[in-house]
């Protein structure tokens, strides 16, 4: 089938110590940490690493500051692997590391990597819910959830300069197996990867008209955690990118965080599921960012004041 899932994450960081405060506040599990590098790992198995020295097999950055470096990509057989390694390797050089890693470079300067799919299995009970005609939940009282723990990265979005952007989206699309499932003609294009169910694994985003990274996205078990993870973070001295809402491309909650690393952070819950049936819609205009995001009457008096 090919790539199934993020497998790992690089980020180029100038504080380190800031940087493990933060993921750690946001729910990921520290497994490694020296002095210039550290790791973390979500339930599912993924690692995000953060190096104030990334090695040689990482390109430049694409921006200044803390940036992502790369992006590694899990494959589920040996022999797709040895596929999507030849097709990356066409027109660029591909090198292998010794953890099994193939290394290359996008059309932007991301770096990009291949290797084999090593997921871990987390078993997820929902919160039971109640509604008239269909109670989930009797004679229990719900508690707060504490500490929320992101279940695994479930997309990645990047920024990338208008010109090009064809080529961009092609390496993805016609090298690596990306489906096209959005195309938003004046902002970018959602792809899923072969092996994910979710309405997308990666964005594209020409809009800002320059290289560097949006945001990379963790799914959470539901709504509650959402909103719990956000006022965790926002308690731990972080500061929200984006109010508490609901995508329109994607349809799912979300709450966004700045992150040190670069970037933003975002927690994401009920996320769509499609499969090839869904084709590709393409949008002329822009749609709405959100279905719904939350306002109270401040921001009311704030328009009127403006």
Excluded at 82 to 92: F, I, N, S
Aim: proline share 7%; aromatic share 8%.
């Amino acid at each position: 089938m090919g790539i199934q899932r993020i497998e790992s994450v690089t980020y180029g960081v100038d504080d380190l110590g800031t940087c493990v405060r933060f993921f750690d506040d946001f729910g990921l599990f520290l497994v490694e940490r020296t002095d210039e590098h550290a790791v973390f790992e979500t339930l599912t198995g993924q690692s995000l690493h953060l190096d104030t020295r990334p090695g040689p097999s990482l390109p430049p950055p694409v921006e200044d500051g803390p940036t992502l470096r790369e992006v590694v990509w899990g494959v589920d057989t040996g022999q797709e692997l040895h596929r999507l390694v030849a097709e990356a390797g066409r027109d660029r050089t591909v090198r292998a590391s010794a953890d099994g890693v193939h290394h290359t470079v996008d059309g932007t300067g991301f770096g990009v990597g291949l290797t084999l799919a090593r997921p871990k299995p987390a078993f997820v009970t929902p919160r039971p819910a109640n509604t008239l005609g269909s109670v989930d939940r009797w004679n229990t009282v719900l508690e707060p959830i504490t500490r929320v723990r992101p279940l695994r990265m479930c997309h990645v979005a990047l920024n990338i300069p208008k010109e090009g952007r064809d080529e961009a989206f092609a390496f993805y699309t016609e090298r690596l197996g990306f489906r096209p499932t959005d195309v938003v003609e004046p902002m970018g294009v959602f792809m899923q990867a072969p092996g994910d169910e979710d309405q997308h694994t990666m964005l594209l985003c020409h809009r800002p008209d320059r290289a560097g990274i949006n945001h990379i996205a963790y799914e959470v078990p539901g709504f509650d955690d959402v909103v719990e993870g956000g006022n965790h973070m926002i308690d731990k001295g972080w500061r929200e990118a984006r109010r508490l809402g609901r995508h329109t491309v994607g349809s799912n909650v979300f709450r966004f965080l700045h992150a040190p690393c670069g970037g933003r952070v975002e927690y994401a819950a009920d996320m769509d599921r499609v499969d090839d049936s869904y084709g590709t819609r393409v949008h002329e205009a822009a749609p709405p960012h959100h279905i719904w995001a939350l306002r109270t009457n401040r921001d009311q008096q704030d328009a009127s004041a403006s």
